[in-house]
């Protein structure tokens, strides 16, 4: 499904999906449910001074205990597809050793409430819920351990998980764990480790990719689909013409060096090792063997552009420059701007750069501050208007014969956004009442029903 041609030049095509996105630690609360063993996140949250509002994921949603009120939700959104998380600590208390069933359990209801909806489940392995045994014992991803502990989680989950779950997503966003929680210290595990030190880290995060692809593979359903949910640096050519679009995609092979690329590619781009030089990681004999096997798609998460880039006659053939000014920046956002043509350029250099067969938009959306009117209505124009930017830009792309699948939203409701806490900025098309735990759609979760239900931009 999904490479016929739409009937109607502004449709999405056949068997296009929609869905929207959530993660573990931002909605689920419980922290100490049917023996969950404590995450980084856990211990990140409660360290005074962390989070920006001060608030923690202590009760977060409380999906937890609020999943079939949340699938309600969903299906009155006309949702066809969830991309959920799956909490480690919940299944593996302390990261290895036996699993826990409980934990376990509850995601298989999950999974069969989604199917009795009429809703495709979608999970994620890791959206960056470490279990804090594993930096306490192997120094989180700086311990090689670890890779091979997230592999035997990965692989026990697809085993009980695979005969309703077609799609596995490894890891969320290498990028902003490793970097935001090693090198700035803004996310967990909160370190400030220097640069041969991330390295490694970076480099363990995708060996346990990799390792993880190859114990899901073993141990799944026939059938079962797996990739990663990675955050690409899109580099938008500054002129739509063959020269500045070749620049921009061997602009995208290098500033992705440490990750797309490698997985994509199975080694490190040249001028990516040169630019770490001494602090290159350790890489053993089939590392890079292992991360760049063969995925069945690549789920990307787009925010925003991160560069224009032009072609130039010096070496390298490219030169970056920066986004247009006039993008404008979200207000409660340190890094989000409105930029929709990275949506369409993310994709198209998915597939004109790397051949990718499949790609899912796995994440796509906007953090705003949308209090109620006096009606009680949240009239949250700056997502509506976001929205159908981006999804203008993915229709271009589907139109060209791009494989695009699915579309996820982020986020089904507003959630913990991490170091910004529960108020500082909210990313839902549902608004949630964090005292109350009332939840109410917005007018974006109204525009997002009418896409899904025409299938095509409103
Ligand atoms: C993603 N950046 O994080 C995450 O996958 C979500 O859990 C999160 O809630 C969402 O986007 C909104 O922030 C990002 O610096 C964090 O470009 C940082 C960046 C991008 C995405």
Not at 46 to 63: L, Y
Not at 292 to 315: K, S
Request: charged fraction near 20%.
């Amino acid at each position: 499904a999904g490479a016929m041609p739409a009937e109607n030049a502004a449709d999405f095509p056949p068997g296009f999906l929609w869905g929207a996105a959530t993660s573990a630690y931002q909605i689920e609360g419980a922290p100490e449910a049917d023996g969950k063993g404590p995450s980084i996140w856990d211990t990140f949250a409660h360290t005074p001074g962390k989070i920006s509002d001060g608030s923690t994921g202590d009760v977060a949603c409380d999906h937890y205990h609020r999943w079939r009120e949340d699938i309600d939700l969903m299906k009155r959104l006309g949702l066809q597809a969830y991309r959920f998380s799956i909490s480690w600590p919940r299944i593996f208390p302390e990261g290895t050793g036996r699993p826990n069933r409980r934990g376990m359990d509850f995601y298989s209801r999950l999974v069969d409430g989604l199917l009795e909806a009429g809703i495709q489940p979608y999970a994620t392995l890791f959206h960056w819920d470490l279990p804090q045994s594993l930096q306490d014992r192997f120094g989180g991803w700086e311990g090689r351990e670890t890779a091979q502990a997230f592999a035997d989680y990965a692989g026990h989950v697809a085993a009980v998980l695979s005969d309703r779950v077609k799609h596995f997503f490894t890891i969320n966003e290498f990028f902003t764990f490793v970097e935001l929680g090693h090198q700035i210290g803004i996310h967990a595990p909160g370190l400030k480790l220097p640069p041969a030190r991330v390295n490694q880290v970076r480099h363990h995060a995708l060996l346990a990719h990799g390792l993880a692809v190859q114990a899901i593979r073993a141990r799944s359903r026939r059938g079962t689909l797996v990739g990663p949910a990675e955050n690409l640096m899109t580099c938008v050519p500054v002129i739509e013409t063959p020269a500045h679009v070749a620049a921009a995609q061997a602009a995208m092979r290098d500033v992705n060096g440490g990750y797309t690329t490698a997985m994509l590619e199975g080694r490190y781009p040249p001028r990516w090792l040169e630019k770490l030089g001494a602090d290159a990681p350790r890489v053993a004999a089939d590392d890079l063997g292992i991360i760049g096997a063969p995925l069945d798609f690549f789920g990307a998460n787009v925010y925003a552009p991160f560069f224009y880039v032009r072609a130039i006659d010096a070496e390298p053939g490219y030169e970056v420059i920066p986004l247009p000014e006039t993008y404008p920046k979200f207000p409660h956002s340190t890094w989000l701007r409105m930029g929709p043509e990275g949506l369409y350029w993310a994709v198209r250099h998915l597939a004109s750069i790397w051949n990718v067969k499949s790609i899912h938009v796995t994440e796509n959306g906007c953090g705003t501050k949308d209090t109620p009117n006096a009606a009680g209505e949240m009239l949250d124009v700056d997502r509506i208007a976001y929205t159908r930017h981006y999804l203008m830009q993915l229709q271009r792309a589907t139109a060209e014969g791009v494989p695009v699948r699915s579309y996820f939203h982020w986020s089904l409701m507003d959630n913990f956004e991490w170091a910004d806490g529960l108020t500082t900025q909210r990313f839902g098309l549902v608004h949630v009442d964090f005292d109350t735990q009332r939840r109410t759609p917005k007018l974006s979760a109204e525009q997002y029903r009418e896409v899904i239900r025409h299938h095509r931009v409103v």
